[in-house]
């Protein structure tokens, strides 16, 4: 268990790893923590430099991957690495990022790896769809619904609101 210096001393790192107003020497420090989550909050932070991204896009750990590819700073040809990731859960999170270029999920479409590929297709949907809703002449409608217990029996029904 961490002591109370030691936890101090991680979430005052954790907290300055996050913020975009940090120096890149900081952040540039901070890459090379001995914590992943460390590493992870600077491959989030938009203000991490790209020479920081580029060693954090090596990280042992698959979820300091997926937050360099996710990260909207992060360069394409970065972006275009980790979509050949061996790891598939860093092309998972890279498919179901609707940040992600759409080249990038066309790509992941074509992933061998069925939950990747799926996943790449349901984001090119979502991105498809949302271009759609913003078009001036598209009205939008959402229903909801919630189950209801009637007449006192143990039957829920779906009823619309």
């Not at 020479?51 to 360069?75: M, Y």
């Amino acid at each position: 268990m961490l002591g109370t210096k030691s936890y101090d001393n991680f979430l005052d790192d954790y907290i300055k790893a996050g913020q975009p107003s940090s120096s890149p020497k900081l952040l540039a420090h901070l890459a090379n923590s001995a914590s992943h989550q460390i590493r992870l909050r600077v491959a989030e932070n938009p203000g991490a430099p790209c020479k920081v991204l580029e060693l954090l896009a090596n990280d042992q750990h698959p979820d300091v991957r997926i937050a360099v590819g996710t990260n909207s700073v992060t360069p394409y040809r970065l972006r275009c690495q980790l979509a050949d990731d061996k790891d598939a859960n860093v092309r998972l999170g890279l498919a179901e990022s609707i940040n992600s270029p759409p080249e990038l999920i066309d790509k992941l479409t074509e992933d061998p790896n069925p939950y990747v590929s799926c996943m790449a297709k349901q984001t090119k949907e979502i991105i498809v769809s949302s271009k759609t809703l913003n078009q001036p002449n598209c009205s939008v409608s959402q229903h909801f619904v919630r189950w209801l217990n009637k007449g006192g029996t143990n039957q829920p029904q779906l009823s619309y609101a």
